[in-house]
T-cell receptor
Framework: ELKVEQNPLFLSMQEGKNYTIYCNYS?????LYWYRQDPGKSLESLFV?????AVKQEGRLMASLDTKARLSTLHITAAVHDLSATYFC??????????????FGAGTRLTVKP | DSGVTQTPKHLITATGQRVTLRCSPRSGDLSVYWYQQSLDQGLQFLIQ???????AKGNILERFSAQQFPDLHSELNLSSLELGDSALYFC??????????????FGPGTRLLVL
């Protein structure tokens, strides 16, 4: 069964600091996603990672994927208050019957303090 | 604003009832995805439609069904509602349906409360 474990679940950072959120998953998968959700708001797609070694960057966020270790990281560089949100990773796999097994992590609630 | 619209924004109903949630994708997007977010179960992918056809199923209950119409809007039908169905239901759209490889654009969600 595909399981996704995200840590930490809560993260309080000072502005200007760097930190990493980790996403581990239990079985092989086809793709990994990172999303952002602001309180009371909808989801925003951040990154889709499809292959081993994939790295994507957008502003102060960089995501990477190591399929051998079944691990993705979301690295935050020089955090600013606007990055405060909940970040979810999700892992997806297309099954033999064309169904899509997609599991989300529990989310990391990030608070960036001045 | 993602360009994806969902109606209604809020819905309160009773157990055993049936409701329909509506989603209009971004102009030009052919794929629609439905997700559920609840306190108990977190985020779950329910189902995807591409250009009117069911493309992929996730954790969708048999009491739930969806369809995508020729104008590409989609409806998610929830029947025999239970308390545990209370959740936020999001739809998302993407240009095509290439095996979930594309960026998805999410609507604002419909908050369903079953009493």
């Amino acid at each position: 069964e595909l399981k996704v474990e995200q840590n930490p679940l809560f993260l309080s950072m000072q502005e200007g600091k760097n930190y990493t959120i980790y996403c581990n998953y239990s079985t092989t998968s086809d793709r990994l996603y990172w999303y952002r959700q602001d309180p009371g708001k909808s989801l925003e797609s951040l990154f889709v990672l499809l292959s081993n070694g994939a790295v994507k960057q957008e502003g102060r966020l960089m995501a990477s994927l190591d399929t051998k270790a079944r691990l993705s990281t979301l690295h935050i560089t020089a955090a600013v208050h606007d990055l405060s949100a909940t970040y979810f990773c999700a892992v997806g796999k297309t099954l033999w019957n064309n169904n899509n097994d997609m599991r989300f992590g529990a989310g990391t609630r990030l608070t960036v303090k001045p | 604003d993602s360009g994806v619209t969902q109606t209604p924004k809020h819905l309160i109903t009773a157990t055993g009832q049936r409701v329909t949630l509506r989603c209009s994708p971004r102009s030009g997007d052919l794929s629609v995805y439905w997700y559920q977010q609840s306190l108990d179960q977190g985020l779950q992918f329910l189902i995807q439609y591409y250009n009117g056809e069911e493309r992929a199923k996730g954790n969708i209950l048999e009491r739930f069904s969806a369809q995508q119409f020729p104008d590409l809007h989609s409806e998610l039908n929830l029947s025999s509602l239970e308390l545990g169905d209370s959740a936020l239901y999001f739809c998302a759209s993407s240009v095509a349906g290439r095996d979930f490889q594309e960026t998805q654009y999410f609507g604002p969600g419909t908050r369903l409360l079953v009493l």
